[in-house]
């Protein structure tokens, strides 16, 4: 087993032990959780009716967005340890408001837990930092993908923060990192939950289709617009459709006595504990609308359909053409960039007609306008003769 005084070298050696012997066990992953907490920082809210939705990443969803709110709708504690997602997580687009704070001291915290009950940020290096240190190294060789790793790395996110109540969105698509195929995320979500229940954490992994988009909006910057969409009624059939997946994605976590609160609650009473979270970690209402009026002022350029036929999305291909760009800019020093965004204007299986416009598009340095608005084009606007994604299948 590694440590915190383990050499990258003794680290590397264990990973390919696990990789090749130790794949899928829910005890190891149990044992190196507890071992990355105790690396680091302890924040113990000190009642069991603490709960979080974590993902397992994927680009569209809004689910670690959008699940506090519910959770606190139903007076559950929220303390939200989460890490920048890729092209769009929660904590780096809520960092896109000018004043949020993602990075809160102990005392910052315990303050705000106090206050609202929900507190949104990053480890910081403070909490489970071994896991920090050995997800690199996973990077490094291969082992992204490996199940009692990336269980492990869950978990150590929950057991630091307290939580007793976990639910996880396992997002299921060729390009996921919890499972290829539906077997295989199903395997791995049951471990999830036999490993977390050594930890006495009663966990709630739900699988959702990650081959589709699952909301029009996708960037850090236009996942704030979707919530604004969603706060002042104007959301579309599908972002409207996806605010209902994670209403049940928190009633999967949320205790049965609980659950008419959630069950119930509208979007205007969700914006509540949404600019109670805001306001307390440093932003404010109108920096989140300037915010919101930036990024759409933003969305000139358009994508057109290529051939008549089904409006298709390579969602994994959007994704590559987003973290690209966004990689580039952080090396001028950047933490959480935002050069590209999409929105899209149809649904996956919406007939199109050749020309018609199926998606805008914001690019921030309009050096790179005509290569981002080409590769986006190769994702977004080649038809499909069928109609791919239509039910959304195996959605729950």
């Not at 920048?84 to 000018?98: E, K, M, N, T």
């Amino acid at each position: 087993m590694i440590s915190s005084t383990s050499s990258d070298q003794e680290i590397e050696k264990f990973l390919r032990v696990v990789k090749n012997d130790a794949s899928s066990d829910a005890v190891l992953a149990a044992q190196l959780a507890k071992i990355y907490v105790d690396s680091g920082e302890l924040y113990l809210p000190g009642s069991d009716l603490v709960a979080d939705v974590a993902s397992t990443g994927g680009p569209s969803s809004l689910s670690t967005l959008l699940c506090p709110l519910f959770l606190r709708s139903a007076g559950l504690a929220v303390p939200k340890l989460g890490v920048p997602g890729r092209p769009a997580g929660g904590i780096d687009s809520l960092a896109q408001v000018d004043g949020y704070r993602a990075g809160l001291s102990s005392a910052d915290l315990v303050n705000i837990m106090q206050t609202t009950g929900y507190a949104h940020f990053l480890a910081d290096g403070r909490y489970a930092p071994l896991d920090a240190r050995v997800f690199k190294l996973r990077q490094l060789h291969g082992a992204q993908q490996v199940p009692t790793l990336v269980v492990a790395s869950l978990l150590s996110k929950k057991i630091a923060v307290g939580v007793k109540l976990a639910g996880l969105d396992v997002r299921v698509a060729p390009h996921g990192n919890f499972g290829l195929s539906w077997s295989d995320a199903r395997h791995n979500a049951e471990l999830f939950v036999n490993s977390a229940k050594i930890h006495d954490i009663k966990a709630y992994p739900v699988l959702t289709d990650g081959r589709f988009p699952y909301q029009p909006y996708i960037g850090r910057g236009e996942a704030l617009v979707a919530l604004d969409s969603i706060f002042v009624g104007s959301a579309s059939k599908g972002l409207a459709r996806h605010f209902e997946q994670c209403r049940l994605l928190s009633l999967a976590v949320t205790p049965q006595d609980l659950c008419g609160r959630v069950a119930t609650i509208g979007p205007r009473e969700l914006q509540r504990h949404f600019l109670a979270n805001l306001i307390a970690q440093g932003g404010s209402l109108k920096a989140f609308e300037q915010r919101v009026q930036l990024v759409k002022s933003k969305h000139i350029y358009e994508l057109r359909a290529l051939d008549n036929g089904f409006f298709s999305v390579f969602m994994e291909g959007v994704r590559q053409t987003l973290v690209h760009y966004q990689v580039k800019a952080e090396k001028q020093s950047d933490r959480f960039s935002d050069p590209v965004g999409v929105i899209l204007l149809c649904e996956s299986g919406e007939w199109v007609r050749k020309g018609d416009v199926v998606a805008t598009v914001r690019v921030a340095d309009v050096r790179h306008k005509q290569r981002v608005i080409r590769e986006l084009s190769t994702w977004i606007c080649k038809t499909s003769p069928t109609p791919l994604g239509v039910l959304g299948e195996g959605v729950f």
